[in-house]
């Protein structure tokens, strides 16, 4: 077994049981040598195959500093506690010494040696810094009502979502929800010989104390139906109280923090979404330190399902634990497949499609279609959002779509995803009361911020896409007026060249130009990957702050909208940076602009111009845009042609996740 060393931390503590010792620090030395299988990382040079060295010692320090403990002994077994359960150390020999405790020898010390194993199965073990043990209900414990609670949710009977809703539902009477971790579905531990589980996290304030709280959670878990069977056995609701403040509190009935929340990937992964960097107030190391302990954590970031990553976790025993999201009656889990949206408008002008489909009867035999052809979810829109797009008023909006999301409902059914392509709320809103469970903004929320407060209301997703000028583009279309002012050449909204074939003369001229503006573009900075992290930071953030749940929450980069074409292609390519956030992601390459010009860019006479979007050129640009898209982990694809990409999705998925089941839908139990 490996070594890992680290030789006389300094440290001054409160430590003996002389009434002096009880309230002066001591200088403490400590020392520790830690036995861990360090192959892999040997192999792999990747740092989440070891441990942070430096983590260890500032856990170690901050735990010994915080503690009172009277012996050497129970200090040395804290500390050992605390390598072992919190950064999965095998086996660790501690060493604590205390200089000066004792004439003529130069210093006492207690050298012990525990594994992991030994305090998995003697959780009796305490550490005692801070440790409340009050029976009389702590009420004691006041913080002027601001008690910050940190919940975790699980359900596996009926249909656990809705349960896990109808929970925070109930708890909204006595606690304030502040944030919640996306859903998970995971599979059953301990008893495994039952169905899957749901689970989230969510962070509460509240005045109620702790076993105040803990009699409202029991009485949530009653009125909702729960039956004590057997241990870690079905149940409709369960609900765990993780963190209270900073408290350490242990009575009969009460234990906080929770003490197996350290093994459990089911709490740790969506405790991680919300409340990363909380320090356990025992083991001194944060969420996230705690779920990258997780056995085999570290096995899926070498692994294919790690292209979307943050979607899917493997962890100890093969547990699969994947992200999942509501529409409609439906539960979908984003790692099943890439979902194709099929586009719908009901416009007469969108570049596409335009007029084909803008009567009721020509727009249900196409969503028909659709839904024959492959589509997983329908997107209507009534009002084209291309750049420069004619804008008609919010009431022929509404008597587009409407008519159109009631007859589909009526010949289609209600499980059909239908999402409705719109920046107003009130067009939100009636098509979602007209069976719509999904709101499309182009503007991310920004046009209209009521659309956000609709999402909120109806607990539909809402897709955020990224449609503001970047600095890139602005600074183009200046150039763009540059030139149509000084030249018979033009630059369009993608970068690429129009000359004007009639106008030869200037072509040397023109050339010249352009080689002069071009080099005042700088691409670079910011890139549109930084530009879009930091605006979906913020969106995520504006949107969680209103009491959106995190998985109503869907990110689309917006290809094509106000980006130079050299913006889009690094979407394209740098796409996986987005997945960073967590959140799914849409992408809409359709037929766009940008491909065009790539095409035409590949010719060989320059002066042809790029294929016009009904052309099958472009639908060939589109297919690989959207398998680039599939093999980075996008999970939404928004396209016009069903068939052609249907297929291509079939064969990028097969590559991309071979592992994963390709059914996509989870009828509810009724």
Same mark, same amino acid.
């Given at each position: 077994?490996?070594?890992?060393?680290?030789?006389?931390?300094?440290?001054?503590?409160?430590?003996?049981?002389?009434?002096?010792?009880?309230?002066?620090?001591?200088?403490?030395?400590?020392?520790?040598?830690?036995?861990?299988?360090?192959?892999?990382?040997?192999?792999?040079?990747?740092?989440?195959?070891?441990?942070?060295?430096?983590?260890?010692?500032?856990?170690?320090?901050?735990?010994?500093?915080?503690?009172?403990?009277?012996?050497?002994?129970?200090?040395?077994?804290?500390?050992?506690?605390?390598?072992?359960?919190?950064?999965?150390?095998?086996?660790?020999?501690?060493?604590?010494?205390?200089?000066?405790?004792?004439?003529?020898?130069?210093?006492?010390?207690?050298?012990?040696?525990?594994?992991?194993?030994?305090?998995?199965?003697?959780?009796?073990?305490?550490?005692?810094?801070?440790?409340?043990?009050?029976?009389?209900?702590?009420?004691?414990?006041?913080?002027?009502?601001? *008690? /910050?609670?940190?919940?975790?949710?699980?359900?596996?009977?009926?249909?656990?979502?809705?349960?896990?809703?109808?929970?925070?539902?109930?708890?909204?009477?006595?606690?304030?929800?502040?944030?919640?971790?996306?859903?998970?579905?995971?599979?059953?531990?301990?008893?495994?010989?039952?169905?899957?589980?749901?689970?989230?996290?969510?962070?509460?304030?509240?005045?109620?104390?702790?076993?105040?709280?803990?009699?409202?959670?029991?009485?949530?878990?009653?009125?909702?139906? #729960?039956?004590?069977?057997?241990?870690?056995?079905?149940?409709?609701?369960?609900?765990? +109280?993780?963190?209270?403040?900073?408290?350490?509190?242990?009575?009969?009935?009460?234990?906080?923090?929770?003490?197996?929340?350290?093994?459990?990937?089911?709490?740790?992964?969506?405790?991680?979404?919300?409340?990363?960097?909380?320090?356990?107030?025992?083991?001194?190391?944060?969420?996230?330190?705690?779920?990258? &302990?997780?056995? &085999?954590?570290?096995?899926?970031?070498?692994?294919?399902?790690?292209?979307?990553?943050?979607?899917?976790?493997?962890?100890?025993? *093969?547990?699969? +634990?994947?992200?999942?999201?509501?529409?409609?009656?439906?539960?979908?889990?984003?790692?099943?497949?890439?979902?194709?949206?099929?586009?719908?408008?009901?416009?007469?002008?969108?570049?596409?499609?335009?007029?084909?489909?803008?009567?009721?009867?020509?727009?249900?035999?196409?969503?028909?279609?659709?839904?024959?052809?492959?589509?997983?979810?329908?997107?209507?829109?009534?009002?084209?959002?291309?750049?420069?797009?004619?804008? +008609?008023?919010?009431?022929?909006?509404?008597?587009?779509?409407?008519?159109?999301?009631?007859?589909?409902?009526?010949?289609?059914?209600?499980?059909?995803?239908?999402?409705?392509?719109?920046?107003?709320?009130?067009?939100?809103?009636?098509?979602?009361?007209?069976?719509?469970?999904?709101?499309?903004?182009?503007?991310?929320?920004?046009?209209?911020?009521?659309?956000?407060? /609709?999402?909120?209301?109806?607990?539909?997703?809402?897709?955020?896409?990224?449609?503001?000028?970047?600095?890139?583009?602005?600074?183009?279309?200046?150039?763009?007026?540059?030139?149509?002012?000084?030249?018979?050449?033009?630059?369009?909204?993608?970068?690429?060249?129009?000359? &004007?074939?009639?106008?030869?003369? *200037?072509?040397?001229?023109?050339?010249?130009?352009?080689?002069?503006?071009?080099?005042?573009?700088?691409?670079?900075?910011?890139?549109?990957?930084?530009?879009?992290?930091?605006?979906?930071?913020?969106?995520?953030?504006?949107?969680?702050?209103?009491?959106?749940?995190?998985?109503?929450?869907?990110?689309?980069?917006?290809?094509?909208?106000?980006?130079?074409?050299?913006?889009?292609?690094?979407?394209?390519?740098?796409?996986?940076?987005?997945?960073?956030?967590?959140?799914?992601?849409?992408?809409?390459?359709?037929?766009?602009?940008?491909?065009?010009?790539?095409?035409?860019?590949?010719?060989?006479?320059?002066?042809?111009?790029?294929?016009?979007?009904?052309?099958? #050129?472009?639908?060939?640009?589109?297919?690989?845009?959207?398998?680039?898209?599939?093999?980075?982990?996008? *999970?939404?694809?928004?396209?016009?042609?069903?068939?052609?990409? #249907?297929?291509?999705?079939?064969?990028?998925?097969?590559?991309?996740?071979?592992?994963?089941?390709?059914?996509?839908?989870?009828?509810?139990?009724?």
């Amino acid at each position: 077994m490996d070594k890992i060393i680290i030789k006389d931390l300094l440290i001054q503590a409160v430590i003996g049981v002389n009434p002096g010792e009880r309230i002066i620090k001591q200088n403490i030395i400590i020392s520790i040598t830690a036995y861990k299988d360090l192959s892999k990382c040997g192999s792999s040079d990747n740092v989440i195959d070891t441990v942070s060295y430096s983590s260890l010692s500032k856990s170690i320090c901050s735990y010994s500093e915080s503690s009172h403990h009277y012996t050497l002994e129970a200090l040395a077994t804290g500390v050992a506690k605390i390598c072992c359960l919190g950064f999965a150390i095998e086996r660790v020999k501690v060493l604590v010494q205390k200089p000066g405790a004792i004439k003529l020898a130069k210093w006492p010390g207690v050298q012990i040696e525990r594994t992991l194993d030994y305090f998995k199965s003697n959780s009796f073990v305490e550490i005692p810094s801070k440790l409340i043990n009050n029976n009389n209900n702590n009420n004691n414990i006041n913080n002027g009502g601001n *008690n /910050i609670v940190y919940l975790a949710f699980g359900s596996n009977l009926g249909d656990k979502f809705q349960n896990i809703l109808n929970s925070f539902k109930r708890l909204e009477k006595q606690c304030f929800i502040q944030s919640t971790s996306f859903m998970y579905e995971s599979s059953p531990q301990y008893y495994r010989e039952q169905d899957s589980f749901y689970n989230c996290a969510c962070k509460v304030s509240t005045d109620l104390k702790p076993h105040d709280l803990l009699k409202f959670i029991k009485q949530i878990e009653n009125d909702m139906g #729960r039956v004590e069977t057997f241990r870690n056995g079905p149940r409709v609701i369960d609900i765990d +109280i993780i963190y209270y403040n900073g408290l350490v509190i242990k009575t009969d009935d009460l234990e906080i923090p929770h003490p197996l929340m350290w093994e459990r990937d089911f709490v740790l992964l969506p405790l991680s979404d919300i409340a990363p960097n909380f320090i356990h107030p025992t083991l001194h190391i944060t969420t996230n330190r705690m779920k990258l &302990n997780l056995p &085999n954590y570290g096995n899926i970031h070498n692994s294919s399902i790690q292209s979307i990553s943050t979607t899917t976790t493997a962890t100890a025993n *093969n547990n699969i +634990i994947e992200k999942v999201i509501r529409i409609g009656n439906l539960n979908y889990n984003w790692n099943d497949k890439t979902f194709i949206m099929g586009i719908l408008n009901v416009t007469p002008d969108s570049f596409v499609d335009g007029g084909k489909f803008n009567t009721l009867e020509k727009s249900i035999q196409q969503a028909t279609t659709l839904i024959e052809q492959g589509a997983d979810i329908i997107d209507i829109g009534g009002q084209s959002t291309y750049p420069g797009a004619q804008q +008609i008023s919010i009431e022929e909006e509404i008597n587009r779509v409407v008519p159109t999301i009631k007859k589909i409902r009526e010949v289609l059914g209600n499980d059909i995803p239908l999402s409705i392509d719109t920046l107003h709320h009130q067009v939100a809103k009636e098509a979602i009361l007209a069976g719509c469970n999904i709101i499309n903004d182009v503007s991310g929320g920004m046009t209209d911020p009521q659309i956000l407060l /609709i999402a909120k209301e109806f607990r539909v997703p809402i897709i955020l896409n990224h449609s503001q000028p970047t600095t890139q583009y602005l600074q183009q279309k200046q150039n763009e007026q540059y030139l149509n002012n000084n030249s018979n050449g033009s630059i369009n909204i993608n970068g690429e060249d129009n000359k &004007n074939n009639n106008n030869n003369n *200037n072509n040397d001229d023109n050339d010249d130009n352009r080689s002069k503006i071009k080099q005042k573009i700088d691409l670079s900075s910011p890139s549109v990957i930084t530009t879009l992290n930091s605006f979906f930071k913020e969106r995520i953030e504006t949107c969680t702050k209103l009491g959106l749940f995190r998985w109503q929450i869907i990110l689309d980069p917006g290809l094509g909208f106000y980006k130079t074409y050299e913006q889009s292609i690094e979407i394209l390519q740098r796409g996986k940076e987005l997945m960073g956030l967590g959140f799914p992601v849409l992408i809409g390459p359709s037929r766009k602009g940008f491909i065009a010009n790539t095409i035409a860019n590949g010719e060989k006479d320059k002066s042809l111009p790029p294929p016009s979007p009904k052309s099958e #050129r472009r639908l060939w640009g589109t297919i690989a845009c959207c398998c680039i898209g599939s093999m980075w982990g996008a *999970n939404i694809i928004r396209i016009h042609d069903i068939p052609e990409i #249907r297929d291509a999705m079939l064969i990028s998925d097969s590559v991309n996740k071979p592992q994963r089941r390709f059914q996509i839908q989870i009828q509810i139990q009724k």
